[in-house]
């Protein structure tokens, strides 16, 4: 999720899933290849007579790497890079520009990811407006083929590659003709299994995670309103589930704690999981018993409760300011950390406190971010807070006990998309 899943997010959540699949932001494959061009013939004026081999591995990365492409830590797990882009060439050079720094053996920077993943499912009209890209891709499935051929091919055929999708867009009917009737589904549906088929039948792509809304693309709809007003509609992703057994689909879309995930995963036999969007960033802990619950891990290193998360945060955000310069890279890393007590007592007063830490270095102060955050949730938060253990807020959401985080976090972002 752009501004939310960066690298330091997705270190964070790692400290509370070891099993959980990742998404990273979407990164522009257009900036990532110009960058990589920009950086090669720069190499090239300095080293005329370095061969093709000795560029590739020495041309400088860095920038691509910090901006668009590093992994926080070697212990990322799974996690997928999503690339958005609709032309061919680009996203050849983005993937390669992945191989190439997965290949150099850096210690600085990690880059190992599971997959990658062509995004067509943005309806913003910055993205969607520019041409076939994001959501817009849906209507043209023969070129979302082709990308995924050259994600595969740029990737060194080393990466799996997935799509991220809607159920479809507005193109070929208006959502104001829904009224719930089978006929608007039935024709929604084909279009999509043609979709699927069509992009499937390249024999690269065959799992596909599907926001279960369409895409309205007129510009009058604003990206928040393409998240809440078409409605949802499992039922057309159950339906691919039966007819498309070879293939993998995830469902997204409206999923916001664990029980919500699995009611999905008990009505749909063979969905292959659940992707939640909003509902953690809003409130991570929320999916802090994701591994015992949903993977059924025994695992030791699962959290034992937020201040235990915290002080590993913290140590990581102290190795990262090391590495980067604190006042450019604080905020990020502060950042990541504010939901992570949402509607706990106090939880503003905390996040207030974070919002100063964040400016520290600006002025001049340069006290270690690990003292600062542990410091402030010392001050602000409870014991019982801090040490309440993943299964024990579970039960309290099994309980009924959450607020409605999630329209609380929607309606304090500053960010639109
Ligand atoms: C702020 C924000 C940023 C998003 N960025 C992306 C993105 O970069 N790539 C993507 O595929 N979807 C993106 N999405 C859409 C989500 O991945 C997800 O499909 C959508 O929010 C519905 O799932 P949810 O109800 O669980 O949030 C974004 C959503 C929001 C609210």
Not at 60 to 71: C, H, P, S
Not at 135 to 156: F, I, K, N, S, T
Not at 337 to 353: D, H, M, Q
Request: charged share 20%; proline share 5%.
């Amino acid at each position: 999720m752009m501004d939310y899943t960066d690298r330091h997010f997705r270190h964070l959540i790692r400290l509370l899933s070891k099993q959980t699949l990742l998404y990273t932001e979407m990164v522009s494959a257009n900036a990532v290849a110009h960058e990589r061009q920009f950086h090669q013939t720069h190499y090239r004026q300095q080293h005329p007579e370095a061969c093709l081999d000795t560029m590739l591995q020495n041309y400088n990365i860095d920038y691509i790497a910090t901006r668009f492409l590093a992994q926080g830590t070697a212990q990322e797990g799974p996690s997928i890079l999503q690339l958005g882009g609709s032309d061919p060439d680009l996203l050849y050079q983005a993937a390669q520009a992945v191989s190439e720094l997965s290949q150099r053996s850096y210690s600085d920077y990690h880059c190992n990811y599971t997959a990658l993943n062509l995004n067509c499912g943005c309806p913003s009209p910055k993205v969607a407006g520019k041409g076939c890209f994001g959501a817009a891709l849906m209507d043209d499935p023969v070129l979302v083929r082709d990308l995924c051929h050259a994600l595969y091919e740029g990737g060194q055929q080393q990466y799996p590659v997935t799509v991220k999708c809607r159920i479809g867009t507005d193109t070929k009917r208006s959502w104001k003709d829904d009224n719930n009737n089978n006929n608007y589904d039935e024709a929604l549906y084909q279009d999509l299994c043609h979709f699927i088929e069509t992009v499937a039948a390249g024999g690269i792509v065959q799992e596909f995670t599907i926001h279960a809304r369409i895409a309205v693309l007129t510009k009058s709809f604003s990206p928040a309103d393409n998240r809440k007003i078409p409605p949802l509609k499992y039922h057309l992703i159950q339906r691919l589930v039966q007819d498309y057994p070879h293939l993998r689909f995830i469902l997204n879309g409206g999923i916001e704690s664990i029980p919500q995930v699995q009611d999905q995963l008990h009505r749909v036999p063979g969905l292959r999981g659940v992707m939640v969007g909003r509902a953690f960033c809003a409130d991570p802990w929320r999916f802090s018993g994701a591994d015992a619950l949903l993977y059924h891990s025994n695992d030791t290193e699962v959290p034992l409760h937020r201040w235990h998360i915290l002080q590993q945060y913290a140590q990581y955000a102290d190795a990262q300011e090391q590495q980067y310069d604190p006042t450019t890279i604080r905020r990020f890393l502060i950042k990541a950390v504010t939901g992570l007590f949402a509607g706990e007592p106090n939880s503003k007063k905390y996040r207030i406190a974070l919002d100063e830490i964040a400016g520290l270095p600006k002025k001049g102060i340069h006290t270690p971010v690990s003292e600062l955050l542990l410091e402030a949730a010392t001050k602000h938060l409870s014991e019982e807070t801090l040490f309440r253990s993943p299964l024990e807020s579970y039960e309290l959401q099994t309980q009924g006990q959450n607020k409605d985080l999630v329209q609380e976090w929607q309606a304090d972002r500053q960010v639109i998309l």
